[in-house]
DNA sequence: CGTACGATCTGCT
DNA sequence: GCAGATCGTACGA
């Protein structure tokens, strides 16, 4: 069993409004894996690493919400500036947590599907009902908002500014670790159904 | 207005 | 492995 080795002297560095300015929203979805992203709720703070992220291309991507430049009044936060959250709901239960990228009127997102416990474990657990950790603690977009308290309410909130952000803490991950595949649960995409544009760390790297 | 359905999870079999 | 939950959103009448 592999251990990762986390950085011993954490240089808390909170991603800038640049980095999620990038065009390349491919790019950032496999560069956000290894990140940690953090709540802050009512004086709580949570930390997970992100282990699962999905990228959505805007317009030209019909598994896309706002493809075909759709706008809506939940879409509208999607053409809102990089490192805006985009929370929506999902079957009528789970609030699923994506990150707005590129520039304004760009309306790019990624889906965060998947994490590991990184801060404040406990309250990580007991949000998820858990006495303790196991491999499917995390591995859902719903269950990751659930960990995190992450909820409709969050939607728009800034990551440069808000009670959301995310930090690099020296988590590198290589790319031989990262498996890439088609999205989850977009078959009425058609053709872009098949896309590779889900990524994912091998999982025996956390555990 | 009415209706169909979803970027899912859980519990039960 | 599968059904049921559960409600906001989108879109058409």
């Known amino acids: 069993m592999k251990k990762f080795d ?12 640049d980095y999620y300015l990038s065009g390349d929203t491919l790019h ?7 990140k940690i992203l953090f709540t802050s709720k009512n004086g709580d703070t949570t930390g997970v690493i992100i282990t699962e992220t999905e990228a959505y291309l805007g317009i030209e991507d019909r598994a896309s919400h706002a493809y075909n430049n759709r706008r809506t009044q939940r879409t509208e936060t999607m053409y809102m500036q990089g ?11 789970h609030s699923l947590f994506n990150i707005v990228t590129g ?25 998820r009902n858990s ?5 499917n603690l995390l591995n859902g977009p719903g269950k990751l908002t659930s ?13 440069i ?15 031989e ?13 058609g053709k872009d159904a098949l896309l590779p544009y889900r990524f994912v760390v091998e999982e025996h790297l956390f555990h």
């Open 6 to 17: 986390y950085p011993v002297n954490h240089h808390r560095q909170k991603l800038s409004r």
């Open 28 to 34: 950032l979805a496999k560069n956000l894996l290894g």
């Open 83 to 93: 490192g805006t959250v985009y929370v929506y709901l999902c079957y009528g239960i």
């Open 103 to 127: 520039p304004k009127n760009i309306p790019h997102a990624i889906l965060i599907r998947g994490g590991y416990p990184y801060h404040n474990k406990n309250l990580i657990l007991s949000r």
């Open 131 to 135: 006495s303790k950790y196991h491999k």
């Open 147 to 159: 960990a995190l308290a992450i909820t409709l309410e969050d939607d728009k909130t800034d990551l």
């Open 161 to 175: 500014t808000g009670s959301i952000w995310i930090e690099d803490q020296g988590i590198e991950i290589s790319p």
């Open 177 to 189: 670790d990262i498996k890439i595949t088609p999205r989850i649960g977009v078959d009425y995409a």
